[in-house]
């Protein structure tokens, strides 16, 4: 039986060119129910209660289900940033969230720690069983179902090798002559999940990227309180910002925005 893969793409184009959740995804979501949607919309958006909801299903007439990001979420957000960022309307910020969904990889163990750590669905063992027959049933398909991102989608970052991250030479075009500090202020906003004041990066005096293990620590003693603060390290949540930071890709055309006004003469 073919078995996950180290690394789990949540999301990908369904025939219609719709967004639907991979077959590795809905592994998990077999095994843990709706917390596997609740963990993933976080990953997303940000860490707390009201953010579990950032995701519905849309069900009628459609198989398979199609996930879409909930329509308030749009709003919510112009109505917080919208004095900072008036170029981000309400569907901007919806189609963010769609495009990180749309181009997120996680590692498989990160994944898995975040289950095992919080004890989720410890007290139904019979879900092992419905998701290792998923698992037997489906293995053909994992990764076939994951379609190229159109060219026009850009990635965030990238591996610098020994010297860490990087951010992406596609990122550098389109900010120009942007103070580099400004560009990793906007491109933390976008990651963190349009969070006021969380520079989780910052780059430095060689203009590598790093992730503020501080800030990564903060939500480790704050998130989440229902299971006990501390439950996920800082190393973590380091690690989840860095598998954002390398797999999310934004259309250019969303991004733009964010950097025009620096650039403009």
């Known amino acids: 039986m073919k078995p ?19 077959y590795e995804y809905k592994y998990y979501e077999k095994k843990y129910s709706w917390e596997a949607k609740a963990f993933i919309a976080h990953c997303i958006s940000q860490w707390g209660d009201q953010y579990e909801h950032v995701l519905d299903y849309w069900e009628k007439g459609h198989n398979p289900i199609e996930p879409e990001v909930v329509d308030y979420w749009g709003p919510t957000f112009v109505e917080r940033f919208g004095k900072e960022f008036p170029q981000c309307d309400a569907n901007w910020y919806r189609d963010i969230l769609r495009a990180k969904l749309r181009s997120l990889i996680l590692p498989k163990n990160i994944i898995e720690e975040y289950f095992e750590r919080l004890e989720i669905a410890k007290d139904e063992p019979e879900r092992d069983e419905y998701s290792r027959q998923y698992l037997e049933r489906f293995n053909t398909y994992f990764s076939s179902d994951i379609k190229p991102l159109p060219s026009d989608y850009l990635n965030i970052g990238r591996d610098g090798g020994g010297n860490g991250l990087k951010l ?30 969380f520079d989780i990066f910052y780059p430095d005096s060689k203009r590598n990227i790093k992730i503020n293990i501080n800030l990564c620590n903060t939500l480790s003693k704050n998130y989440p309180e229902y299971f006990g603060k501390g439950s996920l390290s800082g190393e973590w949540f380091k690690e989840i910002y860095k598998a954002k930071f390398l797999s999310i890709r934004i259309p250019e055309g969303l991004l733009k925005p964010q950097f025009t006004p620096y650039t403009e003469d």
């Open 4 to 22: 996950l893969s180290d690394h789990i793409q949540i999301a990908t184009d369904n025939y219609r060119g719709r967004t639907v959740f991979s």
């Open 168 to 197: 992406s030479h596609d990122i550098l075009r389109i900010a120009k002559n942007m103070d580099i500090k400004k560009i990793v202020k906007i491109v933390s906003w976008v990651l963190s999940g349009f969070t006021k004041n």
